[in-house]
Every structure is written in structure tokens, then in C-alpha cells.
Antibody, heavy 120, light 113 residues
Framework: QVQLQESGPGLVKPSQTLSLTCTVSGGSISSGAYYWTWIRQPAGKGLECIGRIYTSGTSYNPSLKSRVTMSLDTSKNQFSLKLSSVTAADTAVYYC?????????????WGQGTMVTVSS | DIVMTQSPDSLAVSLGERATINCKSSQSVLYSSNNKNYLAWYQQKAGQPPKLLIYWASTRESGVPDRFSGSGSGTDFTLTISSLQAEDVAVYYCQQYYSAPITFGQGTRLEIE
């Protein structure tokens, strides 16, 4: 059974870089059969797709593209998110999620989420 | 970006009654080459991540009770819970994956009347 778990600092200072990691267990991240996505949700608000990564590339939300970098670490079966120049507007629960390639973009497995607060 | 608009924002339904949530996309999410609607529905309970209920607009995810069903095509979609159970209290989201960036509706809060 595939499971995803987010990890990273819960507090980031304004203008700094937010760094999160998603560890995948029960399956291989290097399989071309899946896409790996970061999604965030400000408290009490809706869901925003930040971007996704797959073995052959990345796709970022244009609204965040200038600040986002995603990468895969196949040796650790992890993928990561870096969001630079953060502000209070980036405070949210950050989720990692999986999509089965070929199914388009429905997210069948999610991590539990990690809360990130941007504050000095 | 494709804008997803759900209605209503909140809904209160009696136990055992039918609950209906609507989702409208700002442009069609029907891919003509395969005749599939790139539309999914999720359930999010308090303090939990979203859970996939329906994909391709009407295909139920494995393990999802059959009281949940999805319908619609093109720009107008519906999630129906045929007989509301107490455990169905949650916020429900629609999502399009027709084009990047993937976008979600604003959510519909479902409560027991």
C-alpha cells in the first residue's frame, strides 16, 4: 500500500525559501507510471495545485512558476518542493499527492499534509 | 485557467435524504478524442486530506460506497449522495484536470439537517 508523508520546517521567515520533502513508501517514485504533485490549502480555504514532477519533467502553476522548484530523489524515494521569497500569503497546509499517469490528473493518494507558517 | 464554480457553498440535508452538489467549469473539460470528461470529485473531512471519490466525472474510486455518484458532461457536473449518512459530513470539491494548471472548485460544505 503506497503512502506519502510530508516533512519540513513548520515555520519559515518572510523572504526565505520554504523547503518540503515527500517520502513515498510502498512503491517506487522512479516508475514512469505516476506523477507527483504538491498542493496547498490555506486555513479554511480551497485547494491550489502548485505543480507536479514526473520522471521526464515538471509542470508548475504559472501563478507560482517563478518561485517554484521541484525535484526527485530516486535514491531516497522522495520528491521535494522549494518555494522562494515566501510571504504570509504562502502560509498553508501543504500536501503531496500522486496521480496515475494516463488517467489525466485525479489524485488517488494524498499525504496527511504539513502546516507551514510564514512569520518573522 | 479553467475556473470551477460549485453550488451551493453549503448544504444541509437530513439523514437518509439525497444530497446534490453542482460544479460548473468555465470551459468544457470533455476531451473529444476519447470522450472523457477530465473531472474529479473529492471529500475532505475536518483535519484530513481530500479523498478521491469520483474521476472521469462518473467513475467511482475503488472502495467508495455506491451511494456516491457523479454525472454530467462538458461544463456541468453533479455529485449525488443518494442517502446521506452521518459520516458524509465534509467539504466536497470538484477538480478539473483537462488543462494546466489543475484547478479546484471553492468547495461545498455538507452538513446534517
Amino acid at each position: 500500500q503506497v503512502q506519502l508523508q510530508e516533512s519540513g520546517p513548520g515555520l519559515v521567515k518572510p523572504s526565505q525559501t520554504l523547503s518540503l520533502t515527500c517520502t513515498v513508501s510502498g512503491g517506487s517514485i522512479s516508475s514512469g507510471a505516476y506523477y507527483w504533485t504538491w498542493i496547498r490549502q490555506p486555513a479554511g480555504k480551497g485547494l491550489e495545485c502548485i505543480g507536479r514532477i514526473y520522471t521526464s519533467g515538471t509542470s508548475y502553476n504559472p501563478s507560482l512558476k517563478s518561485r517554484v522548484t521541484m525535484s526527485l530523489d530516486t535514491s531516497k524515494n522522495q520528491f521535494s518542493l522549494k518555494l522562494s521569497s515566501v510571504t504570509a500569503a504562502d502560509t498553508a497546509v501543504y500536501y503531496c499527492a500522486r496521480t496515475i499517469a494516463g488517467t489525466g490528473g485525479a489524485f488517488d493518494i494524498w499525504g496527511q499534509g504539513t502546516m507551514v507558517t510564514v512569520s518573522s | 485557467d479553467i475556473v470551477m464554480t460549485q453550488s451551493p457553498d453549503s448544504l444541509a440535508v437530513s439523514l437518509g435524504e439525497r444530497a446534490t452538489i453542482n460544479c460548473k467549469s468555465s470551459q468544457s473539460v470533455l476531451y473529444s478524442s476519447n470522450n472523457k470528461n477530465y473531472l474529479a470529485w473529492y471529500q475532505q473531512k475536518a483535519g484530513q486530506p481530500p479523498k478521491l471519490l469520483i474521476y472521469w466525472a462518473s467513475t467511482r474510486e475503488s472502495g467508495v460506497p455506491d451511494r456516491f455518484s457523479g454525472s454530467g458532461s462538458g461544463t456541468d457536473f453533479t455529485l449525488t449522495i443518494s442517502s446521506l449518512q452521518a459520516e458524509d459530513v465534509a467539504v466536497y470539491y470538484c477538480q478539473q484536470y483537462y488543462s494546466a494548471p489543475i484547478t479546484f472548485g471553492q468547495g461545498t460544505r455538507l452538513e446534517i439537517e
